[in-house]
């Protein structure tokens, strides 16, 4: 989503950046960088803007208002700037309203990672701050032949810049923590990757898990509840593979593990 800013309320615009950066003993590329938090060349299209007027993303015109003190009206635009001491990210529900809805969330099994567990992750406004909740269901019969059932609520957490989701959840003094970059396909589709950061006992006592997590939807669904969409993807079953090569790709580009990064330059090191 881009805002445009075009004639008098350009020219105003423009000259209370040059103002602002006027009061700064730093250089350009430092104040875009450390002050506006933009890149150098949008630091140049706004001071320096030409005839056909100035485009910019939603997130970055935020940006540049919250951080050189800027109100919104002044300009004839009728946005509200994030709160700059939310502990949530500050961010705006209204713009992360294609997040909303139940999805698909799915990972490998902790104890052999052979098979893929599907959950339910349910996003929506929350009733009692400015942000996103979220309320995870895991319905699922773990490897070993158990049947579990966790539940999973918080609220999300969002830096703008970033675009990442944090959906940390506490329960019992156990914090868990899911991290995850959305990506929107079309108007109504939405795909996030990442991981969570959990605890397992695959060794036979507890310890700090990491699991790679691919999340799909919205979906629609009719069920009388949402544990009956829950289930677990076994090794060899048709859906297992996309799933899978979903899941590895995660595992290799969305999520660093930085011992294997440094496992990966020794091994480099030693054949050459």
Known sequence: MTTSLTGRHLVRFSADIRAHRATFSLNDAEYADQILKISLNTFKKCIQPDGEGLSLKRRTLLSILANADLNPRSYGLSIA?????????????????????????????????????????????????????????????????VRDEIHYDGNVHMNQERSVLSMPAYFEGQVRLTLVQPERLGKSKVKMRGAVLAFGNPKGYWQPTVSGVYVDGPVETKVAHPRNLCRTILEGAEEHANLSAELARVEEHTTIMTPLMWAKLQARAEVA
Not at 96 to 124: E, M, Q, V, W
């Open 81 to 145: 700037l994030p709160s700059q001491s939310s502990p949530f990210g500050g961010y705006h529900t209204s713009d992360y309203d294609h997040l909303c809805g139940r999805f698909f969330l799915y990972r490998r099994s902790f104890l052999t990672a052979r098979n893929i567990t599907c959950s339910i992750l349910d996003i929506r406004p929350s009733e009692n701050h400015d942000c996103l909740t979220f309320n995870e269901l895991h319905y699922y019969v773990a490897d070993g032949g």
